[in-house]
T-cell receptor, first 112, second 115 residues
Framework: GENVEQHPSTLSVQEGDSAVIKCTYS??????FPWYKQELGKRPQLIID?????GEKKDQRIAVTLNKTAKHFSLHITETQPEDSAVYFC???????????FGTGTRLQVTL | NAGVMQNPRHLVRRRGQEARLRCSPM?????VYWYRQLPEEGLKFMVY????????ESGMPKERFSAEFPKEGPSILRIQQVVRGDSAAYFC?????????????FGPGTRLTVL
């Protein structure tokens, strides 16, 4: 089955700096890669996703890159703000499986 | 368009009791997924259902756990004879019927505490 690894487990940045979170996956058949943001006690909220037919996607301050050859994808947050502080999860879906396999999460702390 | 609904939001059970968790998918969504999140951990897939069918239950323990998604009404995750290790947040997600649309939207979760 699919296995997703995520690094780092914690990340502290100053307000205005960029944050990068990296994930690797094991199943070359995986074709959909969402990123979720989860605040304490809240539901996972989809913030951006990418499919295997594109290499990069951007939405305002958030971007995701995908390297299919290396089987890794990354989340980039620019101009971080205190409200970006949360736990971020990457995930992957293999086409026939439909279930999401999650990474272990990255706790992002944006300090003033 | 209401999002994914789950109830109850918090559930307290004593060891040996039964827990029933309910999930109503978003309007127009016929795919339902259940995930479990232990404290300070990531989400783990449990089961994937469509109306009246269990598609994939590979992540669900063989004993004590069952799930259904009837033709009418919400999807239900049932845990019999709960133990302390069942304490977790249980999230339901739904996705549309359209083939190739994989985006899953999560409900607010049910936080189960077993005393």
């Amino acid at each position: 089955g699919e296995n997703v690894e995520q690094h780092p487990s914690t990340l502290s940045v100053q307000e205005g700096d960029s944050a990068v979170i990296k994930c690797t996956y094991s199943d070359s058949a995986s074709n959909y890669f969402p990123w979720y943001k989860q605040e304490l006690g809240k539901r996972p909220q989809l913030i951006i996703d990418i499919r295997s037919n594109v290499g990069e996607k951007k939405d305002q301050r958030i971007a995701v890159t995908l390297n299919k050859t290396a089987k890794h994808f990354s989340l980039h947050i620019t101009e971080t703000q205190p409200e970006d502080s949360a736990v971020y999860f990457c995930a992957a879906i293999t086409g026939t499986a439909s279930k999401l396999t999650f990474g272990t999460g990255t706790r992002l702390q944006v300090t003033l | 368009n209401a999002g994914v609904m789950q109830n109850p939001r918090h559930l307290v059970r004593r060891r040996g009791q039964e827990a029933r968790l309910r999930c109503s998918p978003m309007k127009g969504h016929s795919h339902v997924y259940w995930y479990r999140q232990l404290p300070e951990e990531g989400l783990k897939f449990m089961v994937y259902l469509q109306k009246e069918n269990i598609i994939d239950e590979s992540g669900m323990p063989k004993e004590r756990f069952s799930a259904e998604f009837p033709k009418e009404g919400p999807s239900i995750l049932r845990i019999q004879q709960v133990v302390r290790g069942d304490s977790a947040a249980y999230f339901c997600a739904s996705s549309p019927t359209i083939a190739g649309t994989d985006t899953q939207y999560f409900g607010p979760g049910t936080r189960l505490t077993v005393l």
